[in-house]
């Protein structure tokens, strides 16, 4: 299947700080998702990025859908507490699969 | 809550046995997809299935087969259990038949194959 490369495999911040994680691709993806796993949960998504160069915000969550279409990072900023878990980017090529990243293990400080 | 239900939340079971995870997908989504996730691999997408037909397959193993019945309920089906196979099974479900429409999952099925 797709390789999806995310970095950082794991992050530990203070709480406040900002956080940047990214995914990148060999291939090139119609559609960019990002997910937040909590522990004993499922994902649940966060945003959805649907063209080349798209910005979009979900509160202190910013996502981009990179030009090249083999890229896309997430940005949190002021982190909180809450935000521990892991972020799973996922993209979609033309077969409607999804294929999903090995995710970003965050972890905010007090 | 995401309104997806998979049933048993935990299955620990012997190599070489066959086990069936089920799962209700959130009233009025048509679509259910099956995903494993591994320690090593992420978050694999195995098949999916809409209005009780196969739509998309991804890596699902020939031993690995599932179903969705007329109520929308979908059983996933693995036979000939390795260890390798322990995993977290997750079902989700969306309205549409695009994977890109937004997908809800359950809470999982933790596998453990001994």
């Known amino acids: 299947g797709q390789q999806l490369n995310q970095s950082p495999q794991s992050m530990f911040i203070q709480e406040g700080e900002d956080v940047s994680m990214n995914c990148t691709s060999s291939?090139?993806?119609?559609?960019w998702l990002w997910y937040k796993q909590d522990p004993g949960e499922g994902p649940v998504l966060l945003i959805a990025?649907?063209?080349?160069?798209e910005l979009t915000s979900n509160g202190r969550l910013t996502a981009q859908f990179g030009i090249t279409r083999k890229d896309s990072f997430l940005n949190i900023s002021a982190s909180i507490p809450s935000d521990v878990g892991i972020y799973f980017c996922?993209?979609?090529?033309?077969?409607?699969?999804?294929?999903f990243g090995t995710g970003t293990r965050l972890t905010v400080i007090p | 809550d995401s309104g997806v239900t998979q049933t048993p939340k935990h299955l620990i079971t012997a190599t070489g046995q066959r086990v069936t995870l089920r799962c209700s997908p959130r009233?009025?989504?048509?679509?259910v997809y099956w995903y494993q996730q591994s320690l090593d691999q992420g978050l694999q997408f195995l098949i999916q299935?809409?209005?009780?037909?196969?739509?998309a397959k991804g890596n699902i193993l020939e031993r690995f087969s599932a179903q969705q019945f007329p109520d929308l309920h979908s059983e996933l089906n693995l036979s000939s259990l390795e260890l390798g196979d322990s995993a977290l099974y997750f079902c989700?479900?969306?309205?549409?038949?695009?994977?890109?429409?937004?997908?809800?999952f359950g809470p999982g099925t933790r596998l453990t194959v001994l």
């Open positions: 009233s009025g989504d048509l679509s």
């Open positions: 989700a479900s969306s309205v549409g038949i695009a994977a890109v429409n937004e997908q809800f």
């Open positions: 291939s090139i993806f119609n559609t």
């Open positions: 990025l649907y063209k080349a160069g």
């Open positions: 996922a993209g979609q090529t033309g077969a409607n699969n999804l294929f």
């Open positions: 299935y809409y209005n009780g037909e196969e739509r």
